[in-house]
């Protein structure tokens, strides 16, 4: 494939993708630490991971199923915490693997209890600047949800978002992206087991999950699923699927796969309900039109009433927000089971879009509500730490100072 991006430097300033351009290839690569960490891997795999070191093939489904609980329950971050271990086995794992995380930077909590992890990744190059990605949780009285990152970068190019504009690509790894949950837990202090467990109440604080931060989650299928699939392991991590929200601005093939590979519910950014203004706001529909990614909504697996779809609906002022438009996606939206989540527009420096006038997202919201569906307007969380919907910074070291300065888009649903 002929992208004009991979010619250029990647130090460049230049953060607009060519007009025209639906997706960008990965110009970074992950490279793996001299010692992996165990953090991410299957229950397969870190098996293999014991056989690498000479474990007993007769042992190693006991040894998975410790390693497990000290990872998943416990939150161990140490192979000497894990007490159930041989000392001579913890050496071994020690000198071969670690249990490490993402490295969090920096963490800033907001006084409406929204908290923001800055996390470190390591970079691409040899002696390269590491990446940096943004993780947030946010409280609400009856869940938590923490908002998690598929990727550095995002490989598509919506227009409306900075992360489309960001050249710079690397897929997570499993470990990265529960690597997320994990530092959540450790900073809330909710690990069921842990001393510091929110204690009694059985609630965790962490109880919800969005593949909303960074990233298009379904252009890194295997590390999200398996990443997924540890949290919501109920001999871990125990995040129920059904509280698992998986975000795609529409990569039709993958949609059954999420069903049946994951289980986990769906959202949709969808924005438009015509295809030309959708193509324009979500390059990526012309390869996937409409109709296509509506129709892979229906027969989305365990779709009923009960599991409905997000369809995630960004408002931009004079482009997508009139009561034309309203009735367009109603209309279009006739027969799925739906929730519509309408999204103020979160600027940033450089966008051309601006977003609706609040009389106009009322007028639009009360087209969608009369049409049956609740259609609650997220407010913006976080606003002093710069943690709401598209206001995440980006912080890779690669990019200029204009963009690192930027802001970048998120939303939650429900
Ligand atoms: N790539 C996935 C998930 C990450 S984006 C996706 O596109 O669905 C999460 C949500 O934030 C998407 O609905 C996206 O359209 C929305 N979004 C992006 N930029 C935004 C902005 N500046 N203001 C408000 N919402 C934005
Ligand atoms: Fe990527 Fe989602 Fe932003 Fe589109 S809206 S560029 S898919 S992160």
Not at 27 to 32: A, S, T, W
Not at 227 to 255: N, Q, W
Not at 365 to 393: H, M, W
Request: glycine share 8%; with cysteine.
């Amino acid at each position: 494939m002929s992208n004009p991006l991979l010619q250029a430097d990647t130090a460049s300033t230049q953060s607009l993708p060519p007009p025209g351009l639906v997706e960008k290839v990965s110009l970074e690569r992950y490279v793996p630490p001299r010692k992996p960490s165990l953090v991410g891997l299957s229950r397969a795999k870190l098996a293999d991971a014991f056989a690498a070191i000479g474990v007993p093939a007769a042992q190693r489904k006991m040894r998975v199923q410790q390693l497990w609980q000290w990872l998943y329950v416990r939150g161990a971050r140490h192979f000497d915490e894990m007490t159930s271990v041989s000392k001579e086995l913890r050496a071994q794992l020690d000198a071969h693997y670690t249990l490490a995380r993402p490295e969090v930077v920096a963490e800033q909590t907001s006084v409406d209890g929204t908290r923001k992890w800055l996390l470190r990744l390591p970079g691409g190059h040899a002696g390269g600047p590491p990446h940096e990605v943004e993780c947030v949780y946010i409280p609400e009285p009856d869940r938590g949800t923490l908002c998690l990152s598929s990727q550095i970068g995002c490989t598509l190019t919506c227009t409306f978002c900075h992360t489309g504009t960001q050249r710079l690509v690397r897929n997570l790894t499993p470990g990265e992206i529960v690597g997320q949950v994990m530092i959540a837990r450790d900073s809330l202090g909710d690990w069921p087991s842990a001393e510091r467990a929110n204690k009694g109440s059985g609630v965790r604080l962490v109880s919800n999950i969005v593949m909303m931060g960074m990233g298009e989650p379904l252009y890194n299928f295997e590390a999200v699923r398996d990443a997924l699939l540890i949290a919501a392991d109920g001999e871990g991590i125990a995040i129920s699927k059904r509280r698992i929200t998986l975000s795609t601005s529409g990569v039709v093939p993958s949609i059954p796969r999420a069903g049946q590979e994951i289980g986990c519910m769906l959202a949709v950014s969808l924005h438009a309900a015509r295809n030309e203004l959708r193509n324009e706001l979500v390059p990526l529909n012309r390869k996937y039109p409409i109709e296509d990614l509506l129709q892979a909504c229906r027969e989305y697996p365990g779709l009923s009433n009960a599991r409905r779809i997000t369809f995630e609906y960004v408002m931009l002022r004079g482009v997508n927000d009139s009561v034309a438009d309203a009735k367009a996606l109603v209309k279009l939206l006739k027969g799925i089971p739906a929730k519509i989540n309408l999204i103020p527009f979160n600027p940033w420096p450089g966008t051309g879009y601006e977003c609706s006038d609040w009389d106009q997202i009322e007028t639009f919201s009360e087209i969608v509500f009369n049409a049956g569906y609740a259609s609650p307007v997220r407010t913006p969380r976080g606003r002093d730490i710069l943690a709401a919907c598209g206001q995440l910074k980006s912080a890779t070291e690669n990019l200029s100072a204009r963009e690192r300065l930027a802001l970048r888009a998120m939303a939650i649903t429900d």
